[in-house]
């Protein structure tokens, strides 16, 4: 039995990380049985950081290569029918979401304070003091560092959510009328652009990035027949 390593539900998402939520798609789409296990600290896990799969006594951490695994060692089909263009259409997009929306969507709950004070009531209330004060004082410095040394958090915040705002109009005008990215099936790029829209939409952090896809009929409308289809 494959088990999931992930951080728990939160935020109107199964996980608090998109990355986790993407792989749980992965695993439904693929039609493989497996089971959840909740992990609020990854120090432990290979990288530090989750999701993780264990399949036996195998870590595979990233879901990068979580996907790469699931298509060697258990043969799922993800992306079959899709011509080398398209998989390159699909590529680009998961890294879009990945490497740009992902540090908009960090931007936005961390570096806004009124978001900042949910994530730190979540993330940190439950702390005995004085870990409460103190501990949430460096995470919040290690993510505003990281965040400048991706090159994001060098940006003021306006520009920061038009980066945002571009990659979601990209991401809509893509999807157009089709019901999936790539068409009438779901894909690969539909676990990742679902998981990463979803944590705009449907989290309690408002901001500049949240109104644009709010008033982005399709991507609500894509949101909805993913989470039907996949019962998140």
């Not at 539900?9 to 798609?25: D, L, M, Q, W, Y």
């Not at 799922?76 to 390159?88: G, P, V």
């Amino acid at each position: 039995m494959l088990t999931l390593i992930q951080y728990p539900a939160a935020f109107g998402s199964s996980s608090a990380s998109p990355f986790c939520t993407k792989v749980e798609i992965l695993l439904k789409l693929a039609g493989l049985d497996y089971v959840r296990e909740d992990l609020s600290d990854a120090r432990r896990m290979p990288h530090a950081k989750l999701p993780v799969l264990k399949d036996g006594q195998e870590l595979i951490p990233d879901s990068v290569s979580i996907s790469e695994y699931l298509q060697t060692k258990h043969k799922a089909k993800f992306d079959d029918a899709l011509s080398a263009e398209e998989l390159a259409v699909s590529h680009a997009f998961t890294r879009l979401c990945e490497e740009r929306l992902y540090w908009v969507i960090l931007y936005s709950r961390w570096m806004d304070a009124s978001n900042w004070a949910v994530i730190r009531q979540h993330f940190f209330g439950g702390i005995p003091w004085p870990g409460r004060v103190v501990v949430p004082r460096l995470v919040h410095k290690q993510v505003r560092q990281s965040l400048r040394a991706q090159g994001v958090g060098r940006h003021d915040s306006e520009s920061v959510y038009k980066f945002g705002i571009r990659d979601l109009e990209a991401i809509s005008e893509y999807l157009g009328k089709k019901p999936f990215m790539m068409g009438v099936e779901v894909g690969s790029v539909d676990a990742t652009v679902y998981a990463f829209v979803a944590a705009i939409l449907f989290a309690p952090f408002p901001s500049p990035l949240k109104s644009a896809a709010e008033k982005m009929e399709n991507l609500q409308a894509y949101c909805k027949r993913m989470r039907k289809r996949f019962s998140l």
